[in-house]
């Protein structure tokens, strides 16, 4: 089989790229593009591919801009830290939506689910759009915000962290604002996407870009530094493991 992968973050392709392999070495990696023109070129002078990787934020722009330029008929799995754009992804041949970080057993299903899509010369869209949006349905999407005496919403998307001080949560968003929420960080670790956001502690539940710097402070114990507002907290001993392995996707 030949893919290729379409991701606009090195590390993250070439991360993409080893899990496939490990999965399936007969998988044959044809390049990693990282823009809309780095793709439309591929396709003009290259043999394409048979499955497709596909981030949705690019080097230079959102990756439906492709669809415009150029006809891609090939199967797509695509990889992205949003939700919001499942139901776009599905009308342009997608098989399958993983949400970073993404887990090795999960490219596993979505190989397996384009072997069998193939092998039986069909795919169920009906039932893949049926997931997303149950699975949409079900995620916590905006917070309501009281700024005296007026109200605004958040996105979920816009939020870097979480924290509790004096028995009040507290939502820092992406641009440093710093708002009161009526939940209980219990309320949000099953409210949220876990493979987006964790909590690390009693006190902090993260977004994994908010994280600037980790430093090792015992065998068992991770100091975070977190922007934006320049926040330090250290991961439990406790959710250590599992802030490891969450933080690769696994």
């Given at each position: ?17 080893k ?7 007969s998988?044959?990696?044809?390049a990693q ?21 596909m981030?949705?934020h ?10 415009n ?24 041949n ?24 193939q ?7 009906e039932?893949l759009?049926?997931?997303?949006q149950?699975r949409e349905?079900?995620?916590l999407?905006?917070f ?10 958040v996105e ?8 509790t001080e ?6 820092i ?18 409210e949220?996407d876990?493979?987006i ?31 934006p ?10 959710r ?11």
């Amino acid at each position: 089989m030949r893919i290729l992968i379409i991701e606009d973050e090195e590390r993250a392709a070439k991360r993409l790229a080893k899990l496939i392999t490990e999965l399936d070495n007969s998988i044959e990696v044809l390049a990693q593009l990282d823009s809309v023109e780095s793709v439309v070129e591929w396709y003009t002078f290259n043999d394409v591919p048979e499955l497709l990787f596909m981030d949705i934020h690019l080097a230079d722009g959102s990756a439906f801009e492709i669809f415009n330029q150029i006809k891609i008929s090939q199967p797509i799995i695509f990889t992205t830290a949003y939700d919001e754009y499942a139901i776009q992804a599905f009308k342009v041949n997608a098989i399958d939506y993983l949400l970073k970080p993404i887990k090795k057993e999960e490219v596993k299903t979505a190989i397996e689910k384009y072997k069998s899509s193939q092998s039986q010369n069909n795919f169920n869209y009906e039932d893949l759009a049926k997931h997303l949006q149950n699975r949409e349905a079900k995620k916590l999407k905006r917070f309501l915000i009281r700024v005296g005496q007026t109200l605004k919403t958040v996105e979920v998307n816009d939020v870097a962290y979480f924290y509790t001080e004096d028995k009040i949560t507290f939502l820092i968003s992406n641009e440093g604002k710093r708002y009161p929420i009526d939940y209980s960080l219990e309320k949000l670790e099953e409210e949220l996407d876990n493979e987006i956001f964790f909590r690390i502690n009693r006190q902090f539940i993260v977004r994994v870009s908010a994280i600037t710097k980790m430093v090792t402070v015992s065998k068992s114990r991770v100091k975070l530094y977190l922007e934006p507002c320049s926040a330090e907290t250290i991961v439990s001993t406790e959710r250590s493991g599992k802030f490891k392995k969450w933080l690769v996707g696994e």
